[in-house]
Each structure stands twice: as C-alpha cells, then as structure tokens.
C-alpha cells in the first residue's frame, strides 16, 4: 500500500539544519569552478552601503559646482 503525504516523518519536510548547512556550504562556499561574481557582488554592497551612510554629505557638496 502507498503511503500518502500526511503519513510522511517530519525529517523529510523538515531537514536538519546541519544538512542546511552543508547543502548552502557545498553549493555558495566551496564551489569547484567559481567566478568573479561574489566579488563583485560584496564590493556593489559596500559601495551602496557607504553612499547611504555618506549620502548626506555628499548631497551638501553641491556648492563647488564652478570653479
């Protein structure tokens, strides 16, 4: 007899976070062919990190429009 959805343990809908872990770990981390993409991705964020922190004062830097 066939064994419905409701009749299925908790351990497969819910994994363990261990098998998390190393399923992000093996597939993000500890990639066999990476690119240049997380890089690049990391230094996009602190660029746009540090404009919003200093987005005040470089919006009141406008005055030296001519020189």
Do not use: D, E
């Amino acid at each position: 007899m066939r064994q419905h959805l409701h009749h299925t343990s908790t351990m497969v809908l819910h994994p363990t976070p261990g098998l998390w872990y190393w399923r992000s770990f093996h597939k993000y981390v500890a990639v066999r062919y990476g690119t240049a993409a997380p890089y690049v991705q990391f230094a996009v964020g602190l660029s746009t990190l540090f404009y919003c922190i200093n987005y005040k004062t470089i919006r009141l830097f406008s005055h030296a429009k001519y020189h």
